[in-house]
């Protein structure tokens, strides 16, 4: 009778579909090889590894029950789409058939290991009573781990607008034009980037060569330029963003705000742009 209830209870679990354990898993660095604590799978039963996304990141066998501390359950790893997040579970999948467990969890696709991007946006200088125009920049990423990448920039920045300047006699308003190139490295931190939404920040610091016209007035740009905060030359050039980010497989198209400090010069900017991955983390995938 007992023999015979523990049958059908089984039999319910591989109609039921995958049976889902608990978060409790270590891998080796090549991640071939995973560990678990659930005593419940046994020798041959077929696994898979889900992310919090319910995205399938890897496939494998029990082939060991009670190694390594007499508690634990080692799993080889067949297929390994993408690296095995620590935050990931183990599944037992019911059907070994492949075109079964991907039905019921999708592939996850490996993240990034480069990426190069394009931003675009408008920019507001703080300089007089404040002008306008616009900045660009190419990008560059390259992960360091699942939250944190370093970043490569160079991009221009094109502002111009009257400024209000006292020249000790009256007030003059002359056109200032300044156009900038600069260059700067930082890091970039994300949030749940294996999700179709999520966020970014970025801190770079490096130098902006800059060249300010104030009119056409030599005297003006002789004497008044560096009230503008403004100076020609080489400038240290610090940028902080934040940003929206949407992913569509390969594309990731962001929209935010920025702020950059050029020389004593604050300027805020909108920006939106888009990133294209280069190339991806490659996981120990055995067949």
Not at 140 to 150: I, K, V
Not at 267 to 272: E, I
Request: charged share 20%; with cysteine.
């Amino acid at each position: 009778m007992k023999r015979s209830l523990l049958l059908a209870v089984c039999a319910l679990n591989l109609i039921i579909g995958p049976v889902a354990f608990g978060r409790d898993i270590q891998c080796d660095k090549q991640q071939k090889y995973c560990y678990t604590k659930d005593l419940r799978l046994t020798v041959g039963d077929k696994v898979g590894i889900v992310n919090e996304a319910g995205e399938l990141e890897a496939v494998g066998v029990v082939k060991g029950v009670g190694m390594k501390t007499g508690q634990t359950r080692g799993i080889e790893m067949e297929q390994v789409f993408s690296p095995i997040s620590a935050t990931s579970r183990v599944v037992l999948l019911a059907d070994h058939e492949k075109s079964n467990y991907k039905d019921q969890y999708p592939t996850a696709q490996a993240p990034a290991d480069t990426t190069l991007g394009l931003s675009v946006g408008y920019a507001y200088a703080g300089s007089g009573s404040g002008i306008s125009g616009q900045e660009a920049s190419v990008h560059t990423g390259m992960r360091l781990n699942d939250q944190f990448d370093l970043v490569g920039r160079v991009g221009m920045l094109s502002v111009q607008g009257p400024v209000r300047i006292y020249t000790g006699l009256d007030f003059t308003s002359p056109e200032m034009r300044t156009l900038g190139f600069g260059a700067l490295g930082g890091i970039r931190y994300k949030t749940r980037s294996n999700r179709p939404f999520n966020l970014q920040t970025e801190l770079g610091l490096g130098l902006m060569s800059v060249h300010s016209t104030l009119g056409d007035s030599v005297e003006l740009n002789d004497k008044y330029l560096d009230e503008t905060r403004f100076k020609n030359g080489y400038s240290p050039y610090l940028r902080w963003g934040l940003a929206g980010v949407y992913n569509r497989g390969s594309w990731h198209f962001d929209g935010g705000f920025a702020v950059s400090v050029v020389g004593q010069a604050v300027v805020s900017s909108l920006v939106v742009g888009a990133a294209y991955d280069l190339s991806y983390v490659t996981g120990a995938s055995a067949s």
